[in-house]
């Protein structure tokens, strides 16, 4: 089971999913899908070094006005830091290598990031290693390239809207096979869009559409949404999970509805059943389930 799909190197424009459905079918199906809604979710919430133990990074800073691309009519006098990396190893585990950049109003209520460098189509580059879904180690190349825009709307709420564009290969560290493949979210059509509360545990509603294949599985298009916001629990592990609120997921005809629960999640409409807190937890704790 991959953290995330990808086919890796170059630019991305080549690796794109294909226009298809994925199964909607058996509660293995809904499982494998939240896995990768939270995947996407947490796509738009990776954050950039702002420092090298080693390696080297260059920084060039300038202002500027700036039409955002995400949030419609809204043009503002923007600061912003262009971020060069050349093997810069955070203090944690991902080294970093390409361009990023990042800026915002000075009020601070609009911000941006930009992945990669759209001019040279060359994605940001991030190395690491981990597990994969079978809790083996592996190495993981992962490249970035799109925008990720937030609207700070108060002090506990933000809007995240972003297309992006991402690539993994992940190779166990023992030998073997790589899994490779691809994840986008928002990049041909709307944006993929989350509105974050943090009061109290957090909420988190969503909208918009993800895309995504690998070699483990063909993968397709699914599209989200919460006609009841996600209320978050911390597993003891400290990840957020759902704990109450609605998710509809669709492809093609077919649409599951996940009603959270203390338990779990009630599953209806092509899917039925129930799925146990504990696979929940996994599925908001791991990722992509392909």
């Given at each position: 089971m991959l953290l995330l799909a990808a086919c890796g190197g170059g630019t991305l424009d080549s690796n794109q999913?294909?226009?298809?459905?994925?199964?909607?079918?058996?509660?293995a199906d809904a499982l494998r899908e939240l896995g990768n809604t939270a995947y996407a979710v947490g796509l738009l919430q990776l954050s950039l070094s702002s420092m090298c133990s080693s390696g080297t990074y260059t920084v060039a800073t300038g202002s500027t006005t700036r039409s955002f691309a995400y949030f419609t009519g809204v043009t503002e006098a923007?600061?912003?830091?262009?971020?060069?990396?050349?093997?810069?190893?955070?203090?944690?585990?991902?080294?970093?290598?390409?361009?990023?950049?990042?800026?915002?109003?000075?009020?601070?209520?609009?911000?941006?990031?930009?992945?990669?460098?759209?001019?040279?189509?060359?994605?940001?580059?991030?190395?690491?290693?981990?597990?994969?879904?079978?809790?083996?180690?592996?190495?993981?190349?992962r490249s970035e390239l799109g925008t990720v825009e937030t609207h700070v709307i108060s002090a506990t709420q933000s809007e995240i809207r972003s297309g992006l564009q991402t690539s993994i290969v992940q190779t166990p560290q023992g030998?073997?096979?790589?899994?490779?493949?691809?994840?986008?979210v928002g990049v041909n059509g709307p944006t993929f869009d989350v509105m974050v509360d943090s009061s109290g545990d957090g909420s988190e509603t969503i909208a918009g559409a993800y895309s995504y294949s690998s070699s483990v599985c063909s993968g397709g298009i699914v599209t989200a949404a919460t006609p009841s916001a996600l209320l978050l629990t911390p597993s003891t592990g400290g990840t957020l999970y759902a704990s109450g609120g609605v998710l509809t997921l669709s492809s093609g005809a077919n649409t599951v509805t996940y009603t959270f629960n203390s338990s779990g999640a009630t599953l209806?409409?092509?899917?039925?059943?129930?799925?146990?807190?504990?696979?929940?937890?996994?599925?908001?704790?791991?990722?992509?389930?392909?």
């Open positions: 999913a294909p226009s298809t459905t994925v199964s909607l079918a058996t509660a923007v600061s912003f830091a262009v971020n060069d990396y050349s093997g810069c190893v955070e203090s944690g585990n991902p080294t970093l290598t390409g361009v990023a950049e990042a800026g915002a109003t000075d009020d601070g209520s609009y911000s941006f990031v930009v992945r990669g460098s759209y001019s040279t189509a060359a994605p940001l580059q991030v190395q690491s290693s981990g597990t994969n879904g079978s809790g083996a180690a592996v190495n993981i190349a030998g073997g096979a790589a899994d490779d493949g691809n994840f986008s209806s409409g092509s899917i039925s059943g129930s799925l146990s807190s504990t696979q929940v937890e996994q599925a908001f704790a791991t990722g992509s389930g392909c």
